[in-house]
């Protein structure tokens, strides 16, 4: 917990909410920009327009473009204060080697996502109400991808959390951070394997509906896929930080 506490301070110090918050309001404009269009508003409540279920297939297109890059700008901006203030050593001489100092840091940062995907969420349901959506929702379909959003994106950025302290330039993490947000969105078009092959893919692998000829129609939850690849990411990550403390040492 104390090593917590000091990660906090420094996301305070580095205004980490305050860019967390600006990128999940523009993820929440885009979700919702349907709702600006009059003509689409005094339709919502008509079954056929399929409201929930297009509001939830828009958000998971704007996750895919927008969370790539709010993992790696979250993940340079914490890891970068130690390669320039030579944090790594400090931290040594606390007993904290860099792979656990990395692995602080994605706790730390842990919240923050969830706090996101909390408000972005929240912020669509809220936002449908107020403009008089009054359908019943699908809360099922919208706490599995509310949870797999938030588990997808806390494990890309992890995977950011290593890059950023394996590579003192944080340009490097970022661009991939950009690739990500391309491969995402594109992943939505794309075949489906071609989604499970690209970790971006899977917020378009854990999408519960997708578009037809007539609208919406809802797909089978992917949890064994998302289950997979989650296992599969944090094995990696782990063996990551284990190779950080040996180079370290």
């Not at 996301?11 to 689409?40: E, I």
């Amino acid at each position: 917990m104390r090593f917590l506490a000091v990660e906090y301070a420094k996301m305070r110090r580095l205004k980490v909410w305050l860019v967390a918050g600006v990128l999940s309001l523009g993820t929440l404009l885009f979700s919702c920009m349907q709702l600006f269009r009059s003509s689409y508003v005094a339709a919502i409540n008509d079954p056929a327009q399929q409201h929930w279920e297009g509001t939830l297939l828009w958000y998971a297109m704007a996750k895919a473009m927008t969370a790539p890059l709010l993992a790696a700008v979250l993940a340079s901006r914490l890891v970068d204060v130690e390669h320039q203030g030579n944090g790594w050593l400090m931290a040594a001489t606390l007993g904290q080697s860099k792979g656990r100092l990395c692995l602080t840091k994605i706790l730390a940062l842990a919240p923050v996502v969830l706090a996101t995907t909390v408000f972005e969420l929240g912020g669509l349901v809220l936002a449908s109400r107020l403009v008089g959506a009054t359908l019943p929702l699908p809360v099922g379909p919208w706490l599995w991808y509310a949870f797999a959003s938030f588990a997808i994106t806390l494990a890309i950025l992890a995977g950011h959390v290593w890059i950023s302290a394996r590579v003192d330039n944080q340009l490097t993490g970022l661009a991939v951070g950009v690739l990500g947000a391309f491969a995402g969105v594109f992943t939505m078009l794309m075949p489906s394997w071609l989604a499970h092959i690209l970790p971006w893919g899977y917020y378009a692998v854990a999408a519960v509906y997708r578009m037809s000829g007539d609208g919406f129609e809802s797909t089978p939850i992917a949890w064994p896929a998302v289950t997979l690849f989650l296992l599969v990411l944090a094995a990696l990550v782990a063996l990551g930080l284990r190779r950080l403390d040996r180079i370290e040492s």
